[in-house]
């Protein structure tokens, strides 16, 4: 869950400047990650397909909404579109971690950045996210360490499952990933 965005656009600038107010709902935003595999870190890419959230669902603005926006994330609803992987990482890396979710909020954001503080194993930390807003679309990216959430033994329980399709490597950083689709109100 990583990487910096672009600036503001034009298409921001021409949609936001004169919208009276925006909207959202959960089926409105992703949730993805890529974790990586291999010596020469190759990326796997997945989402969770079942989080909900709480906060404010209307604004005049796209980052009034944002701030404060909370999510709560079940992590066995991991999804790779492999189903024979889906199983792997729940299995050996969701669930011996404690508690069966993954929360996270937005805790301040300012012009280019968003802090989201995460939970996860029992331990929270702030993770510093680039984000931009084209159009009516929030992306947000940032990197987690999962050993800064002590999860050294699922990392480690994680690269013995599948040491011979990681080749005896499995990276402790993992890109995310917020997108949210903001519509106009009626």
């Not at 959202?24 to 870190?41: C, G, M, Q, R």
């Not at 404060?68 to 299995?91: C, E, F, P, W, Y």
């Not at 993954?102 to 954001?109: C, G, L, Y």
């Not at 599948?162 to 080749?167: D, F, K, Q, T, W």
């Amino acid at each position: 869950m990583k990487k910096a965005f672009l600036a503001l656009g034009v298409l921001f600038m021409s949609q936001s400047i004169f919208a009276d107010c925006f909207q959202i709902n959960e089926k409105d935003l992703s949730v993805k990650w890529t974790a990586f595999k291999t010596p020469s870190k190759v990326g796997v890419g997945g989402a969770f397909s079942k989080f909900t959230f709480d906060g404010k669902t209307k604004s005049t603005s796209i980052k009034d909404i944002a701030y404060g926006l909370g999510l709560k994330i079940d992590h066995q609803s991991v999804d790779t579109s492999n189903q024979a992987r889906d199983a792997k990482i729940a299995k050996f890396f969701f669930s011996t971690m404690k508690g069966s979710e993954i929360f996270a909020r937005v805790t301040k954001i300012d012009d280019k950045n968003i802090t989201l503080k995460v939970n996860m194993n029992g331990v929270d930390r702030d993770v510093p996210m680039n984000y931009t807003i084209l159009g009516n679309e929030l992306k947000a990216n940032g990197v987690i360490d999962i050993l800064d959430f002590s999860a050294s033994k699922q990392l480690s329980a994680i690269n013995k499952a599948c040491l011979a399709l990681h080749e005896g490597k499995t990276w402790s950083d993992v890109n995310i990933e917020l997108t949210a689709q903001f519509t106009t109100c009626n």
